[in-house]
């Protein structure tokens, strides 16, 4: 495909009030235009329920790039005057033939060739409607491309994935589909396919002959915040494991691909995912563990237990912390187990990957009575970015002891909650037809056929909750799930190996 560097589109966001529109997508948006690389010829329309004019959404956009980068260069105003608005009502065909009608307009005045990105920055219910009220419409039969990105959640579980996506095929190929999934979009997410076939260092030692085992760490302080009605419907599992950590996992475990090609990285991806070990209903209390939080203190203020929260019920079995022990049955991992955990209301936000290598048959530094130090990889994923290799040395000085050493390498982040440059990146991919880091449709499936299990145990039996104080990092099992096989986290707080 020829990659065209200063994409000509429109964009359609549906759901341009929303809370994904304003502290994502328009920043976004704003930075591709200030870095130059979204042509002059472009155009946004935002379309919503409320009865807002083409102004009231340039003062919003206008007002939202103020908030976020501060006092902005003059183009300001030029950039805003590419935004468009539409009153809509998503089951109406009269709606879609005015934005019909607005994108003709639109990709005469800007010169676009009919290239159109339609965001669907909404609730999913409406995924479906919308995509099929494009198509029968006209709005998909264009002269240039037509793309449609989606937004999480996809789906609650796989029968209602399935559903979606049946819904969604029907107006768009799967070429044309680009289901987002943010981490992808993050610098050091990318990194890890770098770091893994561009070093001799580590590929060869990839495997379970030398690694012991890996463990991902998600961790964040925020609560649920105003979002209590989703994630009631949601909990950790659905929210973070079948989507990011799958991700990171799928990414961390895959064959090297014979090409850098979307289809090639893909298929890699697939097929990871395809060698997930199925965890049975009855079996689910051996590999996850859940959690719940209750009162606790984070960065020294006191938070409720999640029971307490907004749009939450005082008797919720939602989980706020899941960790699980994944294993990847193919001749690469057998054996090795991946950890992971995520949780809401721990001691620190924290994206990290830590792979313990296995330590030497007989080494020959360490007495009957010392304990080594494992070699250990460490990818810093967020708010830090950057590589840290545990390596074993000797202390200076005559006494010959041992003693690890740590090289670290870091990026210089911009900004510590990284996300808008990760949808920045995903966004002018989309803008590329790159669909590289986004989540083809085969790996969505696979994901939720290796959580649905663990849901369901999950539902069918009340969690012992709460069962963490917030500011802590989770209910105690889940260091139990990993001292039953001699290992342990190795990062619980905000100053270990960092
Ligand atoms: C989102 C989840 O997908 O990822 C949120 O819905 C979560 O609940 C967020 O807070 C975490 O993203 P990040 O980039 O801050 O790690």
Redesign the pocket.
Known sequence: MTMVLEPKTTIVIFGISGDLAKRKLIPSIYNLYNKGKLSKHFAVVGIGRREWTNEIIREMVCNTITDIFGNTTSDMTDFCEHFYYLTFDVTSDYSYSNLHTLLKELEEKYKIPENRINYLAMAPEFFGTIASKLKENGLTNTNGWTRLVIE?PFGHDLRSAQQLNREIREAFSEEEIYRID??LG?EMVQNIEVIRFANVLFEPLWNNRYISNVQIT?S?T?GVEE?GGY?ETSGALR??VQ??ILQMVSLLAMDPPIRLTTDEIRSEKIKVLRALRHISVNNVDSYFVRGQYDEGKVNGKVVPRYRNENKVDPSSNTETFVAGKIFIDNHRWAGVPFYIRTG?RLSF?S?KIVVQFKELPMNLYFHDNEVGHPNLLIIHI?PDEGITLMLNGKKIGPSGETTPVQLDYSNNSIDS???PE?YERLLHDCMLGDATNFTHWDEVELSWKFIDSISTAWEETRGNFPNYKAGTMGPNESEYLLEKDGFRWWLFSTNENE
């Open positions: 999480k943010h981490y993050k998600s964040e925020l979002r994630y929210d973070m989507n990011h809401k936000k994206t967020q909650f990284n996300t990760a």
